[in-house]
């Protein structure tokens, strides 16, 4: 029963939201709080993750679908949540992050990525034991140091992930960002509910 009024209650705020442009995300949801109180979700599975060795992550790969997960335990924020992940792929193939198009050769230091002509290289350093990868670049030219963790997921996939509020300190110095009111009110969401990540699904395609 308590499961179905959240849905009701998700249905209603969705509906609310598409009817009213002045009303964003981060107000429906605060409101919602006030209304509801802050709840709690009950008996949350907790998956160990599997991390890879520093053998596995060398190869070439291929980007296959975008991720976010919320790793807090607040129900209005998994409804939140839940409300932004359906907007994530279609919001990724505005940046030209489109599934099967960007390509990425690991080895033992360095990143390169690759979609058509244009190409990138990284530097990373990963420490297999916790699953956390340091990997160090440049976005419009600027120097970017952003901290993920990687996961291997459908039985030899790797997801990596990032604390989406650094992710979106960088994209929201970009004209898209500005341009979007839709990845603007992700943000809001983002800001408001900490132990949100952001990141991407790829599969090998060569060792």
């Known amino acids: 029963m308590k499961k179905l009024f959240f849905?009701?209650?998700?249905?209603?705020?969705?509906?609310?939201?598409?009817?009213?442009?002045?009303?964003?995300?981060?107000?429906?949801?605060?409101?919602?709080?006030?209304?509801?109180?802050?709840?709690?979700e009950s008996q949350k599975q907790v998956?160990?993750?599997?991390y890879p060795s520093s053998a596995e992550l060398l190869g070439t790969w291929v980007y296959s679908s975008p991720e976010m997960i919320y790793t807090g335990n607040d129900t209005l924020a998994s409804i939140a949540v839940s409300s932004v992940k359906g907007q994530?792929?279609?919001?990724?193939?505005?940046?030209?992050i489109v599934p099967g198009?960007?390509?990425?050769?690991?080895?033992?230091?360095s990143i390169k990525a690759w979609r058509g002509e244009q190409k990138s290289t990284a530097s990373y350093t990963?420490?297999?034991?916790?699953?956390?990868?340091i990997i160090t670049g440049k976005f419009n030219d600027q120097k970017v140091i952003l901290t993920g963790t990687v996961e291997v997921v459908n039985g030899g996939d790797l997801r990596i992930l990032f604390k989406a509020k650094e992710l979106m300190t960088?994209?929201?110095?970009?004209?898209?960002?500005?341009?979007?009111?839709?990845?603007?009110?992700?943000?809001?969401?983002i800001d408001?509910?900490?132990?949100?990540?952001?990141?991407?699904?790829?599969?090998?395609v060569a060792k």
Do not use: W
Not at 47 to 50: F, G, H, I
Not at 101 to 109: E, G, L, R
Not at 126 to 133: E, F
Not at 195 to 204: D, F, N
């Open 170 to 189: 960088i994209v929201s110095q970009t004209s898209t960002f500005k341009e979007n009111t839709s990845l603007q009110m992700i943000k809001e969401v």
């Open 47 to 50: 998956v160990k993750p599997v």
């Open 7 to 40: 849905v009701v209650v998700l249905f209603f705020a969705t509906f609310s939201l598409h009817q009213t442009h002045a009303q964003s995300l981060t107000d429906l949801f605060n409101g919602l709080s006030k209304l509801l109180g802050s709840t709690q």
């Open 126 to 133: 990963y420490i297999p034991s916790t699953g956390q990868a």
């Open 88 to 96: 994530i792929p279609a919001l990724a193939n505005k940046f030209g």
């Open 101 to 109: 198009t960007i390509n990425a050769d690991v080895t033992k230091k």
């Open 192 to 204: 408001s509910y900490p132990g949100i990540q952001v990141g991407a699904v790829v599969k090998r």
